[in-house]
């Protein structure tokens, strides 16, 4: 019997979709060997995520340059607590196999996580939490101290600005040094999206999260549509040359604390 998604969670499909193709590909991008399996096992409609299939690159651009950023972190800091926050069905903890010494946290709506357990077998290091990333008391029931790496793929502009400011700030009360990685969206991306029913979250200065806490430090900033070497789709060849499209969306990375991690 395959497991079944209702409502938000199928958004979970298009991107475990992504992955899948990528997977087939001659020249994978991400190279993610559990998209295939993991998404025949779940109920789903072929011909509905096969129409989303023209935006893949976004999504497999962005999580190939996360895992870039998160595989040198942990050959860096092999004692790191990763959160990885509104994981979904992400293999990235399985594709990317972090060292015993890691403390990985995949953390996702109740619903998303039970589906998780049905999915992914148990990997020693790692621990799932089921949680909404706003609710009040998740964080402080994990250990803290020693260096941390925060991953939010596709999260925070689903958010509101406090409570990620407020998330922010409790993830730096709790670790002295780390790093955090997301991905934002231009006002005017956010705006065009308000046009389809989608309140979204954007960030014009990405030095703007340096006022809200002065342990939050910008390393890089780059655009999602970051390199076409291998992308066949002409759309994202020709957003890649004009700045505007280019810089609709962008990737950030964070250092956390004084120290230089």
């Known amino acids: 019997m395959k497991a079944q998604l209702k409502g938000v969670e199928r958004t979970l499909l298009y991107t475990l979709y992504f992955r899948a193709l990528d997977a087939r590909s001659a020249h994978p991008i991400v190279g993610d060997a ?11 409609s072929p011909w509905k995520i096969r129409m989303a299939a023209g935006d893949r690159f976004l999504g497999i651009l962005r999580a190939r340059k996360i895992d ?18 509104g994981c979904g069905l992400d293999s990235r903890v399985f594709r990317l196999d972090p060292p015993p010494t ?24 790692t621990e799932t939490v089921p949680t909404s990333v706003t609710a009040p ?5 994990l250990p803290a101290g020693g260096p941390v790496l925060v991953v939010a793929e596709g999260l925070f502009m689903y958010l509101r600005e406090g409570d ?3 998330l922010l700030q409790q993830v730096a009360a709790r670790y002295p040094t780390g790093q955090v990685v997301f991905d934002t969206l231009s006002p005017w991306m956010a705006a065009t999206g308000r046009l389809f ?10 030095r703007r999260l340096e006022r ?4 939050l430090h910008l390393i890089e900033e780059i655009p999602t549509i970051w390199s076409v070497e291998h992308v066949t789709g002409p759309l994202f060849r ?22 230089d991690v």
């Open 34 to 44: 559990w998209a295939e399996d993991v998404l025949a096992r779940v109920e789903h």
């Open 68 to 85: 870039d950023w998160t595989r040198a972190h942990l050959a860096a800091y092999p004692d790191t607590t990763v959160l990885h926050l």
């Open 102 to 125: 890691v403390r990985w946290y995949d953390v996702d709506y109740p619903d998303v996580i039970a589906l998780r357990r049905e999915l992914y077998p148990e990997r020693a290091g």
């Open 137 to 141: 008391g998740w964080l402080e029931r």
């Open 164 to 166: 990620i400011r407020r």
């Open 197 to 206: 029913g989608f309140t979204l979250w954007p960030l014009a200065d990405p």
């Open 212 to 215: 809200w806490d002065a342990r």
């Open 238 to 259: 020709l957003a890649y040359r004009i700045r505007a499209l280019r810089e609709g969306m962008h990737l950030l990375r964070y250092r956390l604390g004084n120290a």
